[in-house]
């Protein structure tokens, strides 16, 4: 099982020009169950945040905002293991000392106390830290 990174989901929704649809496959391999996945509840949180900035940056252009719910929605659908934010993945991430932002701690330490060493993404921040392997999502496959 592979860990997916936020920045898949929202590269599909926003159809990002290099990773939109490669991530777009990565999501629909996953709706068919030819790729298996977890992502912690944060990747939800992570996710209502950055369509909440860009419907701002949608609003103040006119143009027509993203249904938030319904790309939830969308993502809650998928057959995602979802690994629940617990104490015990707070403490782990807080005794970490990498060089990346303190999210991505929180994200590591799901992977580890879910025995998940490898995470699909683009953020190649990830690759500071060792014991994980980061997949590219325009070399997953």
Not at 54 to 68: D, F, G, S, T, W
């Amino acid at each position: 099982m592979k860990y997916l990174d936020t920045n898949v989901i929202i590269y599909a929704i926003e159809n990002h020009p290099k990773y939109g649809e490669k991530c777009k496959d990565l999501l629909k391999d996953i709706e068919n169950a030819e790729l298996e996945v977890c992502a912690s509840t944060l990747v939800l949180v992570e996710v209502i945040n950055v369509l909440c900035k860009l419907n701002r940056i949608l609003e103040k252009a006119q143009k027509k905002k993203l249904n938030i719910r319904k790309n939830i929605d969308a993502i809650l659908s998928l057959p995602i293991k979802w690994v629940e934010l617990d104490f015990a993945i707070i403490r782990r991430a807080s005794e970490y000392q990498f060089k990346v932002s303190g999210i991505d701690y929180v994200h590591v330490a799901s992977m580890e106390l879910n025995l998940t060493n490898e995470v699909i993404s683009a953020d190649e921040e990830l690759d500071k830290i060792d014991f994980i392997k980061r997949i590219d999502p325009l070399k997953f496959g």
